[in-house]
Each structure stands twice: as structure tokens, then as C-alpha cells.
């Protein structure tokens, strides 16, 4: 069974960084596109960052977070990471991790994810 762990969560002032990690098991990591998504309290679930499969680990990011969050991964170690500068009072959330066998060109949609990690609580203070 497939299983995502994540890690690396906390409490920042604003204008810092954090670096989020994603240990998967359980899967054949390098044939799946892997996802963060994040959800704050009282809100929905929103895609921030993909890494697709391919050899060229195309990338994807929201708006929200362009310029500020890098998504990439690591197939030997069998991880995904997300670096975080800059971080806004915005970005407090539940950071989640996904891994997608199948994305098309859906890489933003949660349906399209098999599986998901339980969060990591990201707290960005003003």
C-alpha cells in the first residue's frame, strides 16, 4: 500500500523559509507526477506546485506562489520537496503532498491523485 509522509512544517515570521519534505513508500515513485496542495482553515483545497514524471520534470505553480515556492523531487531518495521564501500570513495552511499516476493535463485537480499524505502544518505569523 502507498503511503506519503510529509515533514518539515512549522511556525515562521513572515518574509522566511521553510523546506518541506515528502517520503513516500510503497510505490514506484518515478512513474507517478507528484503534487503539493494546501488548506487553510474554513477553506478548500488548493493545488500549489506539480512536478510531472517526465525526463524533463516539467513544473507547474499556482499564481499564488510563483516565484517564491520551488517544487522538486528526488526519484533515488524517493521524495518530493517544496522550498519555501518568502513566506505571507496567507500561506498558513495544511501543506499535503500527492502522487498522481495519470495527470493529463490535470495536474491542478485533486481528483486526479491517488494518493495523499496527512498534512503538515505550515503557520506563517505577521
Known amino acids: 500500500q502507498g503511503q506519503l509522509v510529509e515533514s518539515g512544517g512549522g511556525s515562521v515570521e513572515a518574509g522566511g523559509s521553510l523546506r518541506l519534505s515528502c517520503a513516500a513508500s510503497?510505490?514506484?515513485?518515478?512513474?507517478?507526477?507528484m503534487g503539493w496542495f494546501r488548506q487553510a482553515p474554513g477553506k478548500g483545497r488548493e493545488w500549489i506546485a506539480s512536478?510531472?514524471?517526465?525526463?524533463?520534470?516539467?513544473?507547474y505553480y499556482s499564481d499564488s506562489v510563483k516565484g517564491r515556492f520551488t517544487i522538486s523531487r528526488d526519484n533515488a531518495k524517493q521524495s518530493l520537496y517544496l522550498q519555501m521564501n518568502s513566506l505571507k500570513p496567507d500561506d498558513t495552511a495544511t501543506y499535503y503532498c500527492?502522487?498522481?499516476?495519470?495527470?493529463?493535463?490535470?495536474?491542478?485537480?485533486?481528483?486526479?491523485?491517488?494518493?495523499w499524505g496527512r498534512g503538515t502544518q505550515v503557520t506563517v505569523s505577521s
Open positions: 500527492a502522487a498522481g499516476l495519470w495527470l493529463a493535463d490535470r495536474w491542478d485537480k485533486p481528483g486526479q491523485y491517488n494518493y
Open positions: 512536478v510531472l514524471k517526465d525526463k524533463e520534470r516539467t513544473t
Open positions: 510503497g510505490i514506484a515513485f518515478d512513474v507517478y507526477s
